[in-house]
Structure formats: structure tokens, C-alpha cells
DNA sequence: CTGAAAGCGCTTACAG
DNA sequence: CTGAAAGCGCTTACAG
């Protein structure tokens, strides 16, 4: 069965092809009579239009493409709910690639979705990214592009971000004025502004706290996994077994940790403190729960869209493209992980 | 900046589109010479073909959809990372959408879906689907399909599946060779085929070992989360204070019901074993550690793709398209949270 | 109120 | 070896 076209109805009713288009999509100088007939014809016979022709003649897809790091990752998968639910919203879908924090693969990934002559790109950089000529290959290429979470300072585009160094020196903070008077840091790879801007973060609450900062507590994961906390936890104790708090880069890694020391009979948050980061539902549910930092995953998606919708529109009127860059706020969530009052 | 377009690439070259098409695409009947001239200036122009103009002549888009319940779950994000990953192999890009377990919302999907035009769909139904009409509609509409994990026997395509049944059976038969002598069961909703199945190999499985089956120890959970784990155990233990093991239908779940009964001070697997299902690697991390049925989520994904691409190209080719069901093996993961040795 | 015509950018059967 | 022409299915400026 060959598809219903315009010029089937046509025929049907013996009006023009113009007409049947005309009247389907309401348009004022078709009669209420032929409006009618046509549309009672086009649902009866089911009538779809061919959206590759619709595309072709109107030059865009309504399709979007996004392009993360990792599709199995709390966070992630957060960000893309959020990305599609807003997206169906406005009649978008999404098309989901992954770079696998890959440079080469994240610059195929944009060769792809440039060919397919999306609407617009979302995308969270790998780790690896350091150039930005593919990136650069977008906005040359005229299509909408909005960076969220894993972004690049120079790239001229819209963002959407959380302040991390902040979220670090409330996370650090805390840490302190709780009592810990020895605080670690397990961060992330070097590149990646993220785990830079954490670091920072504790950096600068140690000094603004009169501490001093001893670059040697500073452990550079790489992975982020959970065997990387078990494993780097490990390591902390024997490198330095009088630390009494650690502000750890991710959930994942913290929940590795927290397994480790429950293990070795270390009391948290009595002999350890911890804080992680991003409020994977898992931190409230291991034991001892975790303090951490919420990422707001799902509104980040639903805002970074909405970005990127208001491109798509600006492109199409030809008005001026405005970028923009959108802070969200995160929160220090306080569970027993970490002591709630200053220890004497 | 207009993309450039074969006409461009022609007038530069004072040749025809027809030779520059041909040129590009390799024919055999265009001069070695004419091919060179134009791969270079296509090159230096960085022409890309009009996916749109494409998809119109080809009526394909090399595109496909998936449909699953939920986005943020780890294992159906697995299928979902092996899906994009075959997919990418074979050049196909992959939409993704999703149903919340919601009928209503899957029958809109698959409409934006079959709308699109794209050239094959992965589903995995939500709970509560009960007709099948919208999912012949995809059949009807020529559209090549494969279900895989939550599937209905009744349609007529193609599906990946573990057997459930037999997974279920060789859990709970690890509980009694393990020695436990009343066994209850955590179930999921009444409708999806999984959870009945998962039943039926628990019950199947007491019946076989010649233990009684007692309706009173099977619940029935609604969402599967951490907190039904938790609020089920509860439940269970205020029933029936002298189970000595449970197979529950999801490692979320059972991770939840391990939570309580560690708060609780019950001794797991001594007072209680349990063994869950899925193999998410939470279960390799929480203490006790979980004993599960692994689920290949990644390898679903891949096959499911597969199969779908045989049967895009069946139809391409107008040769008869068969549909097939392949069952993936299930492991059974002996971990800390059931015993090994028949208590005596 | 209706319709003929052009055109989006490509592919391919056909003629020369 | 090259190219004119038709056509995929739609939209829309234009004529009547």
C-alpha cells in the first residue's frame, strides 16, 4: 500500500492538488465546503504528509540532535528527559548520539547531525575536547547550538551551566565549619572545566577559611567510577590517615568511597566527613546517606532546550541571534554523611 | 551563507548536475579525470548532500525510533547505548521517546514516529498497554518493527526476550537448593508480560521442588522503586515473620528491601536471603552484596537493531520479510545476600 | 474561491 | 562519456 498523497485526495474530489494543500492547512481563501470535504476525505483515508517532502520544501527537519558523553550516567539521562519532554512539547524530536568522551568521536557525532540538517544541537563535551574547530563547524554551518554542563568558555554560543566553583566552596564550607580541620578533595581529569571550576571551589574555601591548601590532599581521578573511590579512598588512608573530611567531585565516586571506609570500620562521619556531588538518588539510600551537592539534571534539559527553541525561532524570523548563558541554582543537601553542628 | 547545492558544484565546473551526482556517487560511466575535478571542488566547498532532497528521492532517512518507558533507568538506557551504537555502524541515526509507562503517550509516539518516516522502530511497551491496534498500526503502515524486553505475544514482528520464566525458575530454585523454606515473592504489576512470567518460574519452581505455593507470599508492587523495596519489606515482615527468602522482581527493589532489613538488624542471607533481577551494578556495591539474574541490557539493544536492519533491508530488496524472536541467555549471579551451601 | 506553475535538491532511466 | 528530463510530494506566489 502505497501512502496517501495530496494528489490522491485530489483526484478523489476533483480539486487541485493547491486546493487540497490549501484547505488542509486552513487557509483563509478555501470554502468552508471544500475545507470540509477535504479534511473528512484526508482522515478517513488516513492521510500523512510526507514529512521528507515537508522538510525538503520548508528546510527544516524539527528534529534536533544531542550529543553527551554517556547515555548510561544518572546525570545524563536526567538532562535528555528533560531535553525530550520539552522538545515534544513544541513538536521537536531528538535525535541522541553519544561522543563517549571522545574528541574524535564527538567531532563525527557533529559531522552526522550537520549532514542531517538538524534543526539545532545540544551538547555536553567530552572530557577529551580541547580544540573547538567542530564545535566552531556549527556556528559556521548557521545552526542553533546550545552547550550545557560540560561547556567551553570560548565558544560564542548559548549555555547552560550550574556555578560549580560556588557549589565546591558551599560543599568545602560546610566541610569546615562542621569541624573538619583536614579536608581532601577528590577531583576529576585536568581538562574539563567542570572538575577545574570544583576544585577551585575548595581551593578557595580552605584559603578564605584560613586553612591552608596542601596540594598534595588533591587526588586526580580519572574515570569517576565507584572502583576509583574505593580505590583512591584506599590510597587517601595511607597517604594521609589523619584527614577527617573529603570533598569528593561526584556521587559515584563518594558512594565508592563510603563502601571503602565502611569496610576499614571508619566511622562517617565522626572520623570522615564526605561530601559528594550531583544528588544521585543513590546518596540518599546508601549508608550512611550521603551529603551532597543537587545538580538540577532535568530542569538543565528543559532549560538548554528552550535555548535553543528560542534560536531555531530568531533564525527563522531572520531576526538577530541572541546568546545567552543560564546559571542554575544547586543546593547543599546535608545528610549523615557530614556532621551537622561544629565539633568542639 | 546558502549550503552549497550539486547545481553549485556544476556551474563552477561547466558540467551537468547528472555528471556531478554520478562523479560523487562513483558511477562507472563518468571520466577518471570529470571524478577527480569533482570530488575536489565538492571537497573544497565542503558540500554536503541535502539530507532532505535525499530522503525525498530515496524515501528513506536512515533514521529509526525507540520507544521506551523511561530514559532514566539503567537498564533500559543499556539497550538504549546498544541500539545507537549498531545503529551507528550502519549509519543510522536513532530518535529517541519515551512512554512513562503511559499507553496513551506510547500511541502518541509512535504517530510522531510513523509521521516521521522512519525507517524502522524499537519498543519496548509501557506497563499499562493493553490493545495492540496502535502497534499494528506500524505493522499496517509497512513500517518495519522489533520488540524486545516488554513485549506482546500477540503482535506479529520481530522480538528480542530473555525468558524470564526460566530465570525466575533458576533464582528461586537457588533459594531452595540454598535451604530456605518459605520463600515469598515481590512481583511487578499484574499486566506486563515480564512480571508474569517472573511469577510463573517462582511458583513453577516451588511446585517442581515439591514446596507448597501460598498466594499470601506473592506482592504485588506497583512502580518498582527503592521505596517499595523498602515499604514491602515492612509489609512482609509484619505478615509473615518466618520467611527465610525472597525473589524479587527488580535489584532496585531489592536493594530497598536489603536497606530495611539492614536497618532492622536482620541478618542477610542468615535470617533472610534474597535474589533479585536485572544485575545493576548497584548490586555488586551495596552490602550485602546482591545475588541477581544478569540481563543483558547493552546485547538486547544491539540485537534488537539487527534484526530491525535485516528487515529495513528485506524490504528495500522486496524480498519477503521474517520475523524472528531471539532469546538472549540469562546468568545467574551468586553474590553475598543468598547462601551457597544447603543450610543443614 | 480555485488552480497552474515553479521550485526545494536530489537521483536515475534514457538518449545521444 | 555527458546531459536533458522527469519526478519524489509538498508549498506558495501569482493569475484568473
Redesign the pocket.
Known amino acids: 500500500m502505497?501512502?496517501?498523497?495530496?494528489?490522491d485526495i485530489a483526484e478523489i474530489l476533483?480539486?487541485?492538488?493547491?486546493?487540497?494543500?490549501?484547505?488542509?492547512?486552513d487557509?483563509?481563501?478555501?470554502?468552508?465546503?471544500?475545507k470540509r470535504l477535504v479534511k473528512e476525505t484526508a482522515q478517513t483515508l488516513n492521510?500523512?504528509?510526507?514529512a521528507?517532502?515537508?522538510n525538503?520544501?520548508?528546510?527544516e527537519s524539527k528534529t534536533i540532535g544531542i550529543i553527551i558523553p554517556e547515555v548510561v550516567h544518572h546525570f545524563f539521562s536526567s538532562v535528555l528527559k528533560g531535553i525530550i519532554a520539552q522538545a515534544e512539547k513544541k513538536g521537536y524530536l531528538v535525535i541522541i548520539l553519544q561522543s563517549n568522551e571522545s574528541f574524535e568521536l564527538e567531532k563525527k557525532q557533529i559531522d552526522l547531525l550537520l549532514s542531517k540538517r538538524v534543526d539545532g544541537i545540544l551538547i555536553s563535551l567530552a572530557n577529551s575536547t580541547i580544540h573547538f574547530d567542530h564545535i566552531n563547524d556549527i556556528i559556521n554551518s548557521d545552526t542553533p547550538l546550545v552547550l550545557f554542563d560540560k561547556i567551553a568558555k570560548v565558544v560564542q554560543c548559548s549555555k547552560v551551566i550550574i556555578n560549580d566553583r560556588k557549589a565546591a566552596y558551599t560543599a568545602t564550607t560546610h566541610l569546615i565549619t562542621s569541624g573538619c580541620k583536614k579536608i581532601a578533595h577528590f577531583r576529576g581529569p585536568l581538562l574539563p572545566q567542570n572538575s577545574i571550576d570544583r576544585f577551585l571551589g575548595y581551593k578557595n574555601a580552605l584559603l578564605d577559611h584560613g586553612m591552608t591548601y596542601d596540594p598534595s590532599l588533591v587526588y586526580i581521578l580519572n574515570d569517576m567510577s565507584f572502583e576509583e573511590g574505593v580505590q583512591f579512598a584506599k590510597k587517601l588512608l595511607k597517604d594521609h590517615n589523619d584527614v577527617d573530611g573529603i570533598f569528593i567531585n561526584t556521587d559515584l565516586v563518594a558512594i565508592g568511597a563510603i563502601s571503602e571506609f565502611n569496610n576499614q570500620g571508619i566511622d562517617i562521619p565522626n572520623d570522615i566527613s564526605i561530601v559528594g556531588f550531583s544528588n544521585w538518588f543513590m546518596s540518599s539510600v546508601i549508608s550512611p546517606t550521603l551529603t551532597t551537592i543537587d545538580q538540577p539534571g532535568y530542569k538543565m534539559g528543559k532549560v538548554a532546550f528552550k535555548l535553543l527553541y528560542k534560536e531555531i525561532k530568531q533564525k527563522k524570523q531572520k531576526t538577530p541571534v541572541t546568546f545567552k548563558t543560564v546559571e542554575l541554582p544547586t543546593e547543599l543537601i546535608i545528610r549523615d554523611s557530614s556532621k551537622t553542628t561544629k565539633a568542639s
Open positions: 502505497k501512502p496517501i498523497t495530496l494528489k476533483g480539486v487541485s492538488v493547491t486546493t487540497v494543500s490549501k484547505a488542509l492547512k487557509y483563509p481563501d478555501v470554502s468552508k465546503k471544500t492521510y500523512k504528509p510526507n521528507f517532502a515537508v525538503l520544501r520548508t528546510s
